[in-house]
């Protein structure tokens, strides 16, 4: 299967500054990623979709300026939580869509743990 | 708004048991996708049905899509303490890209 690659998988950061996660696809061209939320013992909760060369599409009640989304190219977009606070403290994953013959699958990156003291 | 219902949420069965875990939704979907998921890693997705009606298998998992492709099902035969984990099923509604929509999973535990 496509691999996609996530960094860092865990960061600790102080409330009040910014984190920038990485979401790489590694051997394939992703036009589109997508960035999940996921808190313990709970599903994943889509939070946004990241385009390439345009803005994100955001879910609703997800902040946009909170959480900002660059997808500079092909193979890399990023989310960056900006003034993190303790209830930002959760598992971030993101996805990337592979159109193969007829079928469209995600793969998904290892996830980063998010922990704002 | 939950757009795949799954069930159980929650499972504890005996190793040698069969189970079936259920991925319900009044919407209509191009194709499901079943996901497993251990703490603290990203989900790996385990097959894609997307035949109304199909049924695939993996091993001792077989996965069954609807007729109407609006659920899904995964039945494990013989489970082993192996297979513990979270099982997600996802879809990208019709018309909607493909922006994936989770069930709220099930936990997994299959004891010695």
């Known amino acids: 299967g496509a691999v996609v690659s996530q960094h860092p998988s865990w960061v600790i950061c102080k409330s009040g500054t910014s984190v920038k996660i990485e979401c790489r696809s590694l051997?394939?061209?992703?036009?589109?990623m997508f960035w999940y939320r996921q808190f313990p013992k709970q599903s994943l909760m889509l939070m946004a979709t990241s385009n390439e060369g345009s803005k994100a599409t955001y879910e609703q009640g997800v902040e946009k300026d909170k959480f900002l989304i660059n997808h500079a190219s092909l193979t890399l977009s990023t989310l960056t939580v900006t003034s993190a606070h303790p209830e930002d403290s959760s598992f971030y994953i993101c996805?990337?869509?592979?159109?193969?013959?007829?079928?469209?699958?995600?793969?998904f990156g290892q996830g980063t743990r998010l922990t704002v003291v | 708004t939950q757009l795949l219902e799954q069930s159980p949420q929650f499972l504890s069965i005996q190793e040698g048991e069969n189970l079936t875990v259920y991925c319900n939704s009044s919407?209509?979907?191009?194709?499901l996708q079943w996901y497993r998921q251990e703490p603290g890693e990203g989900p790996v997705l385990l097959v894609t049905?997307?035949?109304?009606?199909e049924v695939k298998k993996l091993k001792r998992l077989t996965f069954q899509f609807g007729d109407a492709r609006k659920d899904s099902s995964l039945h494990i035969t013989a489970a082993q303490p192996g297979d513990t984990g979270l099982y997600l099923c996802?879809?990208?509604?019709?018309?909607?890209?493909?922006?994936?929509?989770f069930g709220k999973g099930t936990s997994l535990l299959v004891t010695p």
């Open positions: 051997d394939f061209q992703a036009t589109t």
């Open positions: 049905v997307v035949t109304g009606g």
């Open positions: 919407s209509v979907f191009s194709s």
């Open positions: 996805s990337a869509a592979l159109t193969q013959r007829v079928n469209t699958e995600a793969f």
């Open positions: 996802a879809g990208a509604p019709k018309r909607s890209g493909y922006a994936l929509n």
